[in-house]
């Protein structure tokens, strides 16, 4: 067998090796939890001619305008409420929105079948709910101004920039605001 040939190949057969390594070692840094967004976006030029009042010249102004559609929610009935839980993630403020903007609200957990109705769907993934800890106030709130039953969970002290929660199975932890997450609504039927 003649070395010569044999080499090249080997040592193309090693790099490519090293390479895959390498991306899949650092993908999920790039992409953390997953997060690739696949969430189809309009993108569209708006040209805006208007009459300038104090002489006869024409202004023309180019407006480029992103619009980024969120998706429908999953809606699910339970007692007299129905939840609408989110496919796509967002910060907690507008997951707000998008409650708001389907004539309902972020979830408020009142009793613990309710409760565990709610944790045996998000058992994947953290959710936000309607639960926040306002700079003005020291202590944890519905967005109801309401303030949450001992008896369904433990909730730590606010921790810093932690001042909204999430859901996730068992579990309600304080979360950034900031963060995305998905969220989840609640209307009555």
């Not at 390498?22 to 040209?47: A, H, K, Y």
């Not at 180019?62 to 989110?86: H, K, M, P």
């Not at 979830?107 to 800890?133: C, P, S, W």
């Amino acid at each position: 067998m003649d070395w010569r040939c044999v080499a090249p190949g080997i040592i193309l057969v090693l790099i490519k090796f090293a390479g895959t390594s390498l991306f899949v070692t650092f993908i999920p840094q790039i992409f953390p939890r997953g997060n690739l967004s696949f969430v189809p976006e309009d993108n569209f030029t708006v040209l805006e001619v208007t009459p300038s009042p104090t002489e006869n010249l024409m202004t023309t102004s180019v407006r480029i305008t992103r619009a980024v559609q969120v998706g429908e929610l999953r809606w699910e009935n339970y007692g007299r409420n129905l939840y609408g839980f989110s496919q796509n993630m967002l910060e907690w403020t507008s997951g707000f929105s998008e409650c708001d903007d389907r004539s309902s609200h972020l979830v408020i957990i009142n009793d613990k079948e309710e409760m565990e109705f709610l944790q045996n769907r998000t058992r994947n993934a953290k959710y936000f709910i309607g639960l926040e800890h306002p700079d003005d106030r020291n202590q944890w709130l519905w967005i109801d101004d309401t303030e949450p039953r001992g008896d369904l969970f433990i909730l730590k002290p606010n921790q810093v920039g932690k001042q909204c929660a999430t859901l996730q199975g068992t579990e309600v932890r304080s979360a950034s605001c900031y963060e995305k997450n998905h969220w989840i609504c609640e209307r009555k039927i």
